[in-house]
T-cell receptor
Framework: AQSVTQLGSHVSVSEGALVLLRCNYS??????LFWYVQYPNQGLQLLLK??????LVKGINGFEAEFKKSETSFHLTKPSAHMSDAAEYFC???????????FGTGTRLTVIP | DSGVTQTPKHLITATGQRVTLRCSPR?????VYWYQQSLDQGLQFLIQ???????AKGNILERFSAQQFPDLHSELNLSSLELGDSALYFC??????????????FGSGTRLTVV
């Protein structure tokens, strides 16, 4: 079975500061991992994904995430927060070749000017 | 615009009623997924269709059903609606089965309010 835990339902950072959103996963098989962003009144947009290969994954808008098997983590980072990064972020996991995603409960990111 | 079109964007209906939510996938995508996003349950997978056939089922209530038509659009039917069915319903599409290579593309959702 697969599941995801996102630590911190709300995270606030100052503009220009490091963004770190935490995600830990549980999977009985090698996982595929995803980060999605949801802006108000919009659908989910894929930021980045890890399937196989390089464990440091770069995504859109300057975000990246590192798959750490030993820590069962897939934390999302961005070196410098921008006001436009304010949104809700969801980590998700699927089993290899599976059809559905298991989402975490989401982390709302606030960027303080 | 993600290319996945969901209609209507908003729907308000009374308890006990039946509604149909529609999804047109991205051009060329054969898989359609339905997800429910609610405050208490979060984002949950409901059901998947691939090229007209049901391929995977999640936490979908018996009062809910879906289908995918030959033109690949999909409809999610919700009946005997209860207050707790109020949620944002997302459709997503992908080219193939599974999440391996392409991930999903999500529509902007249909917000259902049951009063």
């Amino acid at each position: 079975a697969q599941s995801v835990t996102q630590l911190g339902s709300h995270v606030s950072v100052s503009e220009g500061a490091l963004v770190l959103l935490r995600c830990n996963y549980s999977s009985s098989v090698p996982p595929y991992l995803f980060w999605y962003v949801q802006y108000p009144n919009q659908g989910l947009q894929l930021l980045l994904k890890y399937t196989t290969g390089a464990t440091l994954v770069k995504g859109i808008n300057g975000f990246e995430a590192e798959f750490k098997k030993s820590e069962t983590s897939f934390h999302l980072t961005k070196p410098s927060a921008h006001m436009s990064d304010a949104a809700e972020y969801f980590c998700a996991v699927s089993a290899t070749g599976a059809n559905n995603l298991f989402f975490g409960t989401g982390t709302r990111l606030t960027v303080i000017p | 615009d993600s290319g996945v079109t969901q209609t209507p964007k908003h729907l308000i209906t009374a308890t006990g009623q039946r509604v149909t939510l529609r999804c047109s996938p991205r051009s060329g995508d054969l898989s359609v997924y339905w997800y429910q996003q609610s405050l208490d349950q979060g984002l949950q997978f409901l059901i998947q269709y691939y090229n007209g056939e049901e391929r995977a089922k999640g936490n979908i209530l018996e009062r809910f059903s879906a289908q995918q038509f030959p033109d690949l659009h999909s409809e999610l039917n919700l009946s005997s609606l209860e207050l707790g069915d109020s949620a944002l319903y997302f459709c997503a599409s992908a080219k193939y089965l599974g999440t391996d290579n392409y991930g999903y593309t999500f529509g902007s959702g249909t917000r259902l309010t049951v009063v």
